[in-house]
């Protein structure tokens, strides 16, 4: 029951992307409860069951409450004094002894302003550029790709659309959970009830692929033949835009004749699809205008993925289906102030293997550990992430952070990340420190201000507090024109013309105009030459291929010690839309909803291996094994096996299914990693 002197605040989440308005419900100094804030524009009230179990995270009793240090017989409670003390001292011997530059900040997804902002100033502070996290199997190969089609990336106009092709993306589980909340779940079937069509291109039979009008049982990473196989259709039908394509783009002469081999017969035995569905999404699409694409993060974690979603791209422009109402369209987030440029004459880690990634790969940190090549790197910032389980080939991963001299870990729980730190810096949550966050919409770009809800929990502090004080500690702090959250704040958003004071008056605030369509009418498109370059020169200046090509992954798989025969199936994941990343499997309320991990397999597999519903199975790849329970489910096709993500920090000890994938084979322009395809054997564990 409400207490009478409970007080309703106006906040965001910040446990995923989507930062939904909330209010949230204090009494006494105690986060009683939250609701989704109405009049939010990102949710306008909905909320998703780990946003509404926010007082759950914010009082786990496995919340970090102390700073903690590694000793011989465990982790020691000390004190902030002691801990800074030790990290200050220890950086500072390292940059003395081999330079700023062997300091690496590791970040995870950045899902809130305050995630993107920590430690920056200070590695520019300290001598370094060197940021890595998990950008190569999220969001950096799309930005890479869109960026070299037309600019920038794209956002799906549902509202005004007539068809929908969601492709590798499903949002209603991955963001909203389940399809039973959010705005996603809303969206979809309202695009749907106005008419439009909804094709899903997904290995598995997902909430989305149920409402389907089409549903492309694609093999996990074979995005690519489809994509061209899209492309050639498209093309020889005469299906694409004409007046855009002659005045809108380069290479369209030479895209022609490079995917006249791409037949949907060719891509058929690929794919496994028949040639007859590619065919007929590609004319469904094509014609069918206005259309979306939504190419989400299921494309991203394959070693072509740049060149998959530039054929996605280039299939956007030629059906003029490009920044139109009810197409894929440019919008635009409040910009802010920069935070600090790199330190000149430093260059990055892998800037001469991968000049287009903005930061470092992960796995070049790992090969740099390994290798020592160009150098060996010697500490390590953690903030909000967990390499040691998201990461391909975990077992190697974990071999490159245990060579490091100096491992900090910030967070708010003790992942498996954490648990390898030799010092553990214990964060305020979300709801107990001051942030904002920028959104795009089709309205305009806003910002919003997330207040501080409660005092922060334990000795917990935030992010910024801790980082200042460290940088003071090492004589850094002249870095800084800023000395606290509210100052940094006001600071990045000086460029949108609005203050911290502004946003207590007003949560949300427009900063940009609302959506304005053909934009390129005015300004042309941000490429070099100011149209859609479907022949990317830049690639081809930096020793890619100009067009989007294929590449053969079983080809590459032939360079695995192991015989594919020994390993039949294909194994991908499934992300779990009730927890984020790896993040909330300790809190009961959302492990009911999902409690343990499975290997998804279809019903003829299972009988191959005469195993049912619950037995627990081993599922064996080149590079290791774990054991999980089998889920029999025609949700997945034969030959596939779809295995949950996530798993294994201390409080779950589930199966890491990392230990099953191989960072070897690497897209050449993002560095992604096959996390989502992967060869394997199935079989049932005796008990
Ligand atoms: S976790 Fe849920 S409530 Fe929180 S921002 Fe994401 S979708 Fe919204």
């Not at 002659?246 to 791409?262: K, N």
């Not at 139109?324 to 600090?340: D, Q, R, T, Y």
Request: neutral net charge.
């Amino acid at each position: 029951m409400a207490s009478s002197n409970e007080k309703a605040i106006r906040t965001i989440c910040g446990f995923c992307h989507n930062n939904c308005g909330l209010l949230a419900y204090v009494s006494n100094g105690v986060l009683r409860r939250v609701k989704g804030d109405p009049d939010h524009p990102a949710n306008r009230g909905d909320i998703c069951p780990k946003g509404t179990a926010a007082a759950k995270v914010v009082y786990s009793p496995d919340r970090l409450k102390h700073p903690l240090r590694r000793t011989n017989s465990g982790f020691k409670q000390i004190s902030w004094e002691e801990a800074l003390d030790i990290t200050a001292t220890r950086l500072l011997e390292i940059r003395e002894k081999h330079g700023g530059e062997t300091l690496i900040r590791c970040n995870g997804a950045p899902v809130t302003q305050t995630a993107w902002d920590a430690f920056v100033q200070l590695m520019a502070a300290y001598g370094s550029t060197n940021f890595t996290g998990s950008g190569h199997i999220c969001h950096i190969p799309r930005d890479i790709a869109f960026g070299t089609v037309y600019g920038s990336m794209t956002k799906p106009d549902y509202k005004n659309t007539r068809c929908m092709v969601m492709w590798g993306s499903n949002p209603s589980d991955s963001r909203d959970y389940g399809g039973a909340h959010g705005r996603f779940t809303r969206l979809i079937p309202e695009a749907k009830r106005r008419g439009a069509k909804l094709i899903v291109i997904d290995p598995r039979h997902t909430n989305l692929a149920n409402i389907a009008d089409k549903w492309l049982t694609i093999e996990p990473g074979r995005d690519d033949a489809l994509a061209l196989a899209m492309l050639n259709v498209i093309v020889k039908e005469g299906l694409y835009d004409k007046e855009f394509v002659t005045q809108w783009t380069i290479g369209f002469e030479e895209l022609a004749e490079h995917v006249e081999r791409f037949t949907p017969e060719w891509a058929q035995g690929i794919t496994k699809l028949r040639a007859s569905d590619i065919r007929e999404v590609a004319r469904t699409y094509a014609t069918t205008r206005p259309a979306i694409i939504m190419a989400g993060n299921g494309l991203d974690q394959y070693p072509n993925v740049v060149q998959t979603i530039r054929a996605i791209g280039i299939l956007c422009a030629i059906t003029g289906n490009l920044d139109i109402e009810g197409g894929n369209v440019f919008l635009s987030k409040p910009a802010l102030s920069p935070l600090v440029s790199h330190p000149s004459g430093i260059k990055r880690l892998s800037a001469d293997r991968y000049p287009l990634y903005p930061w470092v790969p992960f796995p070049c940190f790992v090969d740099a550990m390994l290798n020592g090549e160009p150098y060996t790197p010697k500490a390590m910032l953690v903030y909000h992430a967990n390499p040691a389980l998201i990461n391909a080939d975990s077992t190697k991963t974990k071999q490159a952070l245990e060579k490091l001299e100096f491992l900090v870990v910030c967070d708010i729980f003790k992942s498996a990340t954490a648990e390898m730190a030799d010092i553990i810096l214990p964060e305020a949550s979300e709801f107990e420190q001051y942030g904002f966050q920028c959104y795009a919409s089709v309205e305009g770009g806003f910002v919003a201000l997330r207040p501080k809800v409660i005092e922060p929990i334990g000795e917990s502090r935030p992010v910024f507090e801790m980082e200042y004080d460290l940088a003071t500690r090492m004589g850094l702090n002249a870095a800084y024109p800023w000395t606290n959250t509210e100052e940094l704040i006001n600071y990045r958003l000086k460029a949108c013309g609005i203050t911290v004071d502004d946003l207590k008056k007003q949560p949300v605030i427009y900063t940009t105009p609302p959506l304005e369509y053909r934009k390129y009418l005015k300004h042309g498109f941000e490429t070099p030459s100011g149209k859609v370059e479907i022949y990317s020169q830049e690639l081809k200046d930096y020793g890619y291929p100009p067009l989007p090509e294929f590449k053969d992954l079983d080809a590459s798989l032939a360079g695995e010690t192991a015989s594919p025969d020994d390993y039949p199936l294909i194994g991908t994941t499934r992300r779990p839309g009730v927890y984020v990343h790896t993040r909330f499997r300790n809190i009961s309320a959302l492990r009911r909803l999902e409690p343990e991990p499975l290997a998804r397999l279809n019903p003829e597999d299972a009988q191959n291996r005469k195993t049912g519903d619950g037995d627990l199975v081993a599922v064996q790849s080149p590079n290791g094994m774990i054991k999980v329970r089998a889920k029999v489910t025609d949700e997945v096709s034969p030959g596939v096996v779809i295995i949950d993500f996530g798993w294994g920090n201390p409080w779950d000890q589930g199966p890491n299914v990392n230990i099953l994938t191989s960072d070897n084979d690497r897209d050449p322009i993002s560095c992604s990693t096959p996390n989502r395809r992967f060869r394997c054997q199935v079989t049932k564990v005796n008990s």
